[in-house]
């Protein structure tokens, strides 16, 4: 019965002359309704998680959701569970904020480091944290990408899906690369307890580059497997992301529907977009 009636709000939802704000109430009732919003609004939206607010135009997918007055619910399930309110957070891969806002209401007495390489997309990160003086105190925002070296990289957007872009192109534009090592280093901060890592395959060169922080620290890692990084980058990618991990004690989780967590053994068939990896010692205690 309710998928019929999403099927029905979507059809209506088409219907030219409908009013924006009228689209807009139907993408907050169901956020499985947002793409019925036109792409040729920009406008401040005041409600994001509830009294944040952001920069919304609607040619980009991510601000779209956002637009719902949240993002992502399994990702921001997981940070609501394992991030608490003096953590030190690292959100790489952290686009125009949506779960860097996020991170920081939830860590409101802790620091959040927002990694984000792309110019245009950073400074719109930069715009949504003007806008939220209380949480922009708590976030530093560095403009560069990262991998397993210092250097540069050229940063290309996804032409097909605005907002999204990565670092393993021919062309694009170029841009600072460095090390989780080194940024860990050079913010001097004393904890890591959380890290995201959404970099649109190059998740195995960042854990790569910040394995001595990883062993100091032993913070969750929360990072994205998506099953064509692995035919795009030419090797087992999530293999060997686990083995490292798991050589370094961590234990593997997928995420499930309902935003719970479940034990897996193996990285061979990727069971959720995103995997959860803990170390074992934190195991019991947070599971």
């Known amino acids: 019965m309710k998928t019929a009636l999403i099927q029905l709000m979507r059809a209506i939802g088409k219907l030219p002359l409908l009013p924006f704000s009228f689209k807009l109430f139907l993408a907050k009732k169901d956020r499985r309704l947002r793409f019925l919003l036109p ?20 040619i980009y997918p991510i601000e779209v959701e956002m ?23 690292i959100d790489v891969g952290a686009n125009v904020g949506a779960l860097t806002l996020l991170m920081a209401t939830v860590a409101n007495q802790g620091k959040v480091i927002a990694i984000e390489p792309g110019p245009p997309i950073c400074s719109r ?37 605005v907002g999204n872009a990565g670092l393993l192109h ?19 901060i004393e904890r890591l307890d959380f890290i995201k890592i959404d970099v649109e395959g190059m998740e195995y060169e960042v854990i790569k580059g910040g394995l001595a922080s990883i062993t100091q620290y032993r913070p969750f890692i929360y990072y994205e497997t ?3 990084f692995r035919a795009i980058r030419g090797f087992d990618l999530y293999g060997q992301i686990y083995a490292v991990l798991q050589e370094m004690g961590y234990q593997h989780f997928c ?11 193996n990285l061979q068939v990727l069971r959720s977009p995103n995997t959860l990896a803990i170390p074992k010692e934190k195991v019991d205690r947070v599971v």
């Open 39 to 58: 792409p040729d609004k920009a406008f401040i939206c005041e409600h994001y998680l509830g009294n944040l607010r952001v920069n919304i135009n609607t």
């Open 67 to 89: 637009l719902t007055g949240a993002y992502d619910p399994k990702t921001s399930a997981i940070i609501r569970r394992f991030v608490s309110v003096n953590d030190v957070v």
């Open 125 to 161: 990160l930069r715009n949504n944290l003007k806008l939220n003086p209380d949480i922009q105190k708590t976030v530093d925002v560095y403009q560069i990408g990262l991998s397993d070296r210092a250097g540069e990289l050229l940063w290309q957007e996804d032409p097909n899906v």
């Open 170 to 188: 021919h062309g694009g534009e170029p841009v600072k690369v460095d090390t989780l090592d080194n940024v860990v280093k050079n913010s001097g």
């Open 226 to 228: 998506l099953e064509p």
């Open 255 to 265: 995420v499930l529907a309902n935003g719970e967590i479940e034990s897996v053994s």
